[in-house]
């Protein structure tokens, strides 16, 4: 049963602590993407990775951080550095280099920072 | 600079009648057009697509319908169901990379 699995689907965090946020995929995607939303604002690119090993910022990626050891993995860091960290943060893959490809999104995690 | 739009933050219907949904977009580089539903707490689902050669895709109750001189899509749903109720947003791709642009969403109400 394939699909994007992000994990936990809830997490509160103290002001000030790093936390890091799973995301999983076994749909043999090379392409994978870290969105933020925001109420009433459309989804944002925090980071993406067209390969394993390779990873470029999107629009908002100050205070993130990611790596892409595996094909299948994707975590994304939400630092200490990052203003307003609470938010539905959304992982999505990819096939990469393909035409016309969409992008298969995660259930979310809802971060909560008090 | 925001250059996917919808410019209707919601849209109410009653059941069985049609759902248009708007999207603008800016950048005539963007070769790929999708819809996404969404519910609340949950990720995107992919809807459908249409790629800039194309003026018009269809699938089943949805279709979607792309002006390239107007830059402007819509998405039509018909007839509508109280099911169809959810957050939709369009999201539009330029380039090799295959990043997309979204919009801010447009909630749907179908009303039974």
């Known amino acids: 049963d394939g699909g994007i699995t992000q994990s936990p689907k809830y997490l509160f965090r103290k002001e000030g602590q790093n936390v890091t946020l799973s995301c999983e995929q076994n749909?043999?995607?090379?392409?994978m993407y870290w969105y933020r939303q925001d109420p009433g604002q459309g989804l944002r690119l925090i980071y993406y990775s067209q390969i394993v090993n390779d990873f470029q910022k999107g629009d908002i990626a100050e205070g993130y951080s990611v790596s892409r050891e595996k094909k299948e993995s994707f975590p994304l860091t939400v630092t200490s550095a990052q203003k307003n960290p609470t938010a539905f943060y959304l992982c999505a893959s990819s096939i990469a280099g393909a035409p016309y490809n969409e992008q298969f999104f995660g259930p979310g995690t809802r971060l909560t920072v008090l | 600079d925001q250059q996917v739009k919808q410019n209707s933050p919601s849209l109410s219907v009653q059941e069985g009648r049609i759902s248009i949904l708007n999207c603008d977009y800016t950048n005539s580089m963007f070769d790929y057009f999708l819809w996404y539903k969404k519910y609340p707490a949950e990720g995107p689902t992919f809807l459908i697509s249409i790629s800039s050669i194309k003026d018009k895709n269809e699938d089943g109750r949805f279709t979607v319908f792309l002006n390239k001189s107007a830059k402007h899509l819509s998405l039509h749903i018909v007839p509508s169901q109280p099911g169809d109720s959810a957050v939709y947003f369009c999201?539009?791709?330029?380039?090799?990379?295959?990043?997309?642009?979204f919009g801010t969403g447009t909630l749907l109400a179908v009303q039974p």
């Open positions: 999201a539009a791709r330029g380039g090799a990379t295959n990043k997309l642009i």
């Open positions: 749909l043999n995607h090379d392409a």
